[in-house]
């Protein structure tokens, strides 16, 4: 969709109501409905045993996740008491969270059989040359999880029928409570990935296509506001709606859960936020740092902007421009400013006067981020794949829970093994590939629109020692011997292809130095250069 450019403001409303947009084929449908996975991918406490608290405590997060996003705005901080720094009350809360908790989402967590708060998938429409992440089931299989869930289906039925003709006959069951919750749980937790694993084939076992997503619930309604945000103090109901400091002419929710209407109150041209937001996170990612450095927050306790008639500007003419966000990367890029070179400033005082660079006299010298670092290394070495993987690992575990996945000594550290690119890489919010984790990638718990950058030994260590680096420093020695017939002309490829530069007098010097007093056959000597190359600071800034 990114590289599609879909419109900015099409892209939103897909992402939050797609299953209720009209679709010219099943294409599309398929498209739409899994554009809405975005409302399905956060975190959920899934061992929450009170099925009130979990509908809750989803809603809160899937609100928190579209308001950050896109709008800048800690509203979910109004969930226990009106906001403390911002305008937005808790009647504006729950006016929001009556629209989520009217909202059905299928986040599938079939892998795991061991929690209890089993989800479902979406099917989506049959389509040709369709990708299907699943694996699909021989039929004895399938045979024996449906004889599985009946015997659950029946040991549930005889204890309900059990603890029913106790009560009916005035027994004490406290003596046996103990055993009839262990029991209830067993099954629960059983029957959740049973049901899932068939969920995700056909009769004859053949793998569906299957989505994370969201669509209306079954039953519409308005949430009830929750004092202090405790769900056994149900207060007055508060009617789906918007924040009510927003002075935007928006549909309010009628029939159905409301999400249709408040991705158009979000992308209507006179929402002071969205636009704002946006233009902002593309500045951040192309400069160094935002308009204003709380991308997250635009409120009273985030960051005011360096400057603020040109957000104003970026942000009318992104909507003008049809909300292109590759316009808009063009409009930036092909600035003075983008332009600039990192060297010190030769406005006199520059440096003095502004010494966080917020007023732009000369580039930001920035690290790469770690997907970007996993994805250089691919590339200088000739590794990389850029198709894309058909699916994700986690997929495959073979019905392994997710919560195991630390004891499973055949996954690579990068817990994929292959050379995609790292975007493909599948994401475990407990367990983050190592060349990830170690440079900084964002929390996935969390909406992190910047993030931070830190300099720790463990990284030079990683650098050193790590298999995947070291990997990579021996193909790209490979490759420039396989390029380059002479040792000079090797060291030249290497430093061009790490550095895009030449080696410069010292650089060959000391290299010469290394190759008349290193052990080893040329391969060794040369991917002992190639991981220094790789491990320098210079190959990860810009």
């Not at 450019?5 to 939103?12: G, L, R």
């Not at 981020?369 to 850029?386: C, F, H, K, N, T």
């Not at 292809?497 to 290299?511: H, P, Y």
Request: charged share 25%; net charge negative.
């Amino acid at each position: 969709a990114v590289n599609a450019d879909i419109p900015f403001d099409h892209f939103i409303t897909e992402q939050i109501s797609g299953d209720l947009l009209p679709a010219k084929d099943d294409s599309e449908r398929a498209r739409l409905l899994t554009a809405t996975g975005f409302l399905a991918i956060g975190a959920k406490g899934l061992n929450e045993q009170n099925k009130t608290q979990f509908a809750a405590d989803v809603a809160d997060e899937q609100l928190d996740a579209v308001t950050r996003a896109f709008t800048a705005s800690s509203i979910a901080c109004a969930r226990c008491h009106d906001h403390k720094t911002d305008p937005f009350s808790m009647e504006d809360y729950y006016a929001l969270t009556g629209i989520f908790k009217s909202t059905a989402t299928f986040y599938g967590n079939w892998i795991d059989s061991e929690n209890n708060n089993h989800g479902h998938l979406i099917r989506l429409p049959d389509l040709p040359r369709q990708v299907i992440s699943g694996r699909s089931l021989p039929p004895d299989r399938v045979k024996q999880l449906k004889d599985q869930l009946a015997r659950l289906n029946a040991d549930e039925q005889e204890q309900n029928d059990y603890i029913a003709k106790a009560k009916a006959e005035g027994k004490d069951l406290s003596g046996e409570f103990h055993n009839l919750l262990s029991n209830a749980l067993r099954i629960l937790w059983t029957r959740g990935g049973v049901e899932g694993q068939l969920e995700a084939v056909d009769e004859q076992g053949r793998a569906l296509p299957l989505c994370m997503g969201a669509m209306d619930a079954s039953k519409i309604s308005d949430s009830r506001l929750f004092e202090r945000g405790e769900i056994a103090h149900p207060g007055k109901v508060v009617a789906r709606g918007f924040p009510q400091v927003f002075d935007v002419s928006a549909p309010r929710p009628n029939k159905q859960s409301g999400r249709l209407e408040l991705a158009r109150w979000l992308t209507h041209r006179d929402h002071p936020l969205t636009a704002r937001v946006m233009v902002n996170r593309i500045w951040l990612h192309l400069i160094g740092t935002g308009i204003v450095r709380t991308v997250d927050n635009f409120g009273f306790s985030g960051g005011r902007p360096s400057h603020p008639e040109l957000l104003d500007y970026l942000a009318v003419k992104f909507m003008d421009g049809g909300w292109s966000v590759k316009a808009m990367i063009k409009e930036i890029v092909m600035s003075q400013t983008y332009r600039q070179s990192s060297a010190s400033p030769t406005t006199p005082g520059a440096i003095e006067s502004d010494p966080d660079n917020r007023l732009l006299s000369h580039a930001h010298r920035r690290r790469l981020d770690a997907e970007v670092i996993r994805d250089s290394m691919l590339a200088v070495s000739g590794q990389l794949d850029v198709s894309r993987r058909p699916g994700s690992l986690v997929a495959e575990l073979d019905g392994q829970s997710v919560s195991m996945i630390d004891f499973n000594t055949k996954l690579p550290s990068d817990l994929d093994g292959t050379r995609f690119r790292s975007v493909y890489l599948p994401v475990i919010r407990d367990h983050l590939p190592d060349v990830l984790e170690q440079f900084d990638a964002a929390n996935p718990n969390l909406v992190t629109g910047a993030r931070d950058v830190t300099n720790v030994p463990l990284q030079a260590l990683y650098l050193m020692n790590g298999p995947f680096v070291q990997c990579q420093a021996k193909a790209l020695a490979q490759r420039v011997m396989n390029e380059a017939p002479s040792a000079s002309e090797r060291l030249q490829r290497a430093f061009a292809l790490c550095f895009n530069r030449a080696m410069d007098d010292k650089e060959q010097a000391l290299i010469e130095t290394f190759f008349k007093s290193a052990r080893g056959d040329d391969l060794a000597r040369f991917t002992a250069i190639c991981q220094s190359l790789l491990a320098s600071a210079e190959f990860r800034f810009v």
